[in-house]
T-cell receptor
Framework: GNSVTQMEGPVTLSEEAFLTINCTYT??????LFWYVQYPGEGLQLLLK?????DKGSNKGFEATYRKETTSFHLEKGSVQVSDSAVYFCALNAGGTSYGKLTFGQGTILTVHP | NAGVMQNPRHLVRRRGQEARLRCSPM?????VYWYRQLPEEGLKFMVY????????ESGMPKERFSAEFPKEGPSILRIQQVVRGDSAAYFCASSPPLGQNTEAFFGQGTRLTVV
């Protein structure tokens, strides 16, 4: 079956530090890959996505590249801000038209200090 | 255009009671998905519904849990005879019926506490 594995957390960084959150996946076929962000007490918001190999998703300074050869979709940001503190989820959709059916990783808590 | 609306935001039930969680999808969306998030875990897919039809319930527990999405009104996730292990955040997502590579939009969730 499909699965997503994220790096263990939590991650604590100082403002303006470089961020990497690792994500690897197992899936049959050609999944679409997503990063979602969850702020305290809120629902999930789509941060970025990539739908095929070598695509790069980007948004708000965050980037992730769909690497089929390593089955990875690592999230990066060059300079984090305090406002980036949240829980980050990597997810995949196995394809077809049910694009709301997602397999999520366990989430990584990011805390950014001033 | 309002987003996905879930209510209540917080729900407390005693063991053995019933919990009813509501989800109104975004305007124009006819697909609804329910997820459960246990403490310190990721979201787990439960069920996928279209209007008046259950399309995929592979993540639903076999007993006590049911879901519906009637022709009129919100989608309902019902949990009968709740137990402490049902305490979790339940999220609803909706998506439109047409197009490929379209994202699903999530509500703010209902946090169920069973005491």
């Amino acid at each position: 079956g499909n699965s997503v594995t994220q790096m263990e957390g939590p991650v604590t960084l100082s403002e303006e530090a470089f961020l990497t959150i690792n994500c690897t996946y197992t899936a049959t076929g050609y999944p679409s890959l997503f990063w979602y962000v969850q702020y305290p007490g809120e629902g999930l918001q789509l941060l970025l996505k990539a739908t095929k190999a070598d695509d790069k998703g980007s948004n708000k300074g965050f980037e992730a590249t769909y690497r089929k050869e390593t089955t990875s979709f690592h999230l990066e940001k060059g300079s984090v801000q305090v406002s980036d503190s949240a829980v980050y989820f990597c997810a995949l959709n196995a394809g077809g038209t049910s694009y709301g059916k997602l397999t999520f990783g366990q989430g990584t808590i990011l805390t950014v200090h001033p | 255009n309002a987003g996905v609306m879930q209510n209540p935001r917080h729900l407390v039930r005693r063991r053995g009671q019933e919990a009813r969680l509501r989800c109104s999808p975004m305007k124009g969306h006819s697909h609804v998905y329910w997820y459960r998030q246990l403490p310190e875990e990721g979201l787990k897919f439960m069920v996928y519904l279209q209007k008046e039809n259950i399309i995929d319930e592979s993540g639903m527990p076999k007993e006590r849990f049911s879901a519906e999405f009637p022709k009129e009104g919100p989608s309902i996730l019902r949990i009968q005879q709740v137990v402490r292990g049902d305490s979790a955040a339940y999220f609803c997502a909706s998506s439109p019926p047409l197009g490929q590579n379209t994202e699903a939009f999530f509500g703010q969730g209902t946090r169920l506490t069973v005491v």
